[in-house]
């Protein structure tokens, strides 16, 4: 069996980021929600990039098992740099390789929540720096950041980005950890958002009052290198052919496109 979370009474446990082979991820929707509910997970966000994937049935396992499902999406912003922005909770896809801005602003048209993904990576892409995000918060307030990823990052990374969000506390939005999740069982639970309550509302309500804490929780063994490798070409070539076609990213042609605004 399972290592399961432990938390304590009226405390509840999400992955706030995580994918399925719609893009990039190596499992499915339903694998990711029965591992969610072997390890005690209350809410699974399945935030594939730029699309919003279809979870009909794998919110019906979900409510079978105690596990709500949150539709998302990871949205790749304009290049250069090609941010990336979790949206959470939206009730229609977002159309990729938009201003940062604009995408935020979308999200919100969208009745989302914006969350920076994995801020301060020592990359010129995915990532967010310290100077961009200062600037995207001097117009824009966002509705959460993952203070603790999966991601590489430099050392004194972790000092540096609790710093900022302490100084920038009212723009910063919720303190998020989020496990980026590709693998289902190997390794969902590394990193979670634990709120006060149960289901995907309180978890919404946690991010927008801030009640968020990350929790960094078990540590699997991670997947054979054999997926690894699966994941690493569906990343950097199925995926990316799938933008170029139009599959995703709410180009013409997407079938996500008629249900994109901005």
């Known amino acids: 069996m399972p290592e399961r979370i432990r938390l304590g009474a009226g405390l ?22 029965r591992a969610a509910a072997a390890i005690g997970l209350s809410v699974i966000c399945i935030t594939d990039h730029d699309t919003l994937s279809p979870l009909e049935e794998a919110t019906e396992v979900g409510a079978e098992l105690g596990v709500e499902v949150v539709a998302g999406e990871e949205v790749t912003c304009a290049f250069p740099p090609g941010i990336h ?30 969350v920076v993904a994995h801020p301060f990576m020592p990359t010129w892409f995915a ?3 310290e100077g961009r995000l200062r600037r995207l918060l001097e117009t824009r307030a966002i509705d959460g950041i993952e203070v603790r990823h999966t991601a590489p990052v430099l050392p004194g990374t972790w000092r540096r980005l609790d710093e900022f969000c302490a100084a920038h506390r009212e723009r910063v939005g919720a303190l998020v950890a989020a496990g980026d999740s590709h693998f289902g069982v190997h390794d969902l639970g590394r990193l979670v958002s634990v709120y006060p309550g149960s289901g995907a509302g309180d978890l919404r309500r946690a991010i927008e009052e801030r009640t968020t804490s990350p929790l960094r929780a078990l540590d699997p063994a991670g997947p054979p290198l054999s997926l690894r490798l699966g994941q690493q070409r569906r990343s950097l070539i199925e995926l990316n052919l799938k933008r170029w076609r139009g599959v995703v990213g709410g180009r013409p042609g997407s079938p996500s496109a008629g249900a994109v605004r901005r």
């Open 12 to 33: 509840s446990a999400a992955e706030a980021h995580s994918h399925t082979l719609a893009s990039d991820g190596m499992v499915t929707a339903v694998e990711l929600v």
């Open 127 to 129: 990532s967010i720096t």
């Open 85 to 114: 922005v979790v949206a959470l909770f939206i009730d229609r896809a977002i159309r990729m390789h938009m201003p940062l801005e604009d995408t935020v602003d979308a999200i919100h048209d969208a009745g989302g929540l914006a």
